[in-house]
């Protein structure tokens, strides 16, 4: 399994969810961000104490942008044919094996990317058994 590239120090500067203004006051009002549009609400126009709109300024650096903490980025995967696209960008990606593949596929494109030296993200997600 290669290593990451080197890369600057990961800074998340806003890890805590956006949450939508009063979704905790309502059960009707979803959680997801919707920008508040009324013309008397606090939270547009930035009182203190109030909940912070997401803004460009908490975007990540460009560098680090969908890094996870290993340093790879994550490369979905459904067959082993996949795996041979990672072969030359091992130190970038990461395989991540999708959802819908069976156990006895997931196996495969284990040993493969074992062979290939590339890196797996969910390696024992449907593949161990109980004991």
Request: glycine share 4%; aromatic share 6%.
């Amino acid at each position: 399994m290669a290593t990451a590239k080197k890369h600057v120090p990961i800074v998340k500067k806003h890890r805590k969810l956006f949450n939508r203004h009063q979704s905790d006051t309502y059960k009707c009002v979803d959680r997801s961000w919707r920008k508040p549009k009324g013309i008397d609400n606090r939270v547009r126009r930035r009182f203190k104490g109030q909940a912070v709109m997401p803004s460009i300024g908490f975007g990540s650096n460009k560098k680090t942008r969908h890094l996870m903490p290993s340093g790879h980025k994550a490369f979905l995967v459904h067959n082993s044919r996949d795996v041979d696209l990672l072969l030359m960008h091992n130190k970038t990606y990461a395989a991540e094996i999708s959802h819908a593949v069976s156990s006895r596929k997931r196996v495969e494109i284990i040993a493969k990317a074992k062979a290939l030296g590339v890196k797996v993200t969910n390696p024992k997600a449907r593949v161990t058994t109980e004991s």
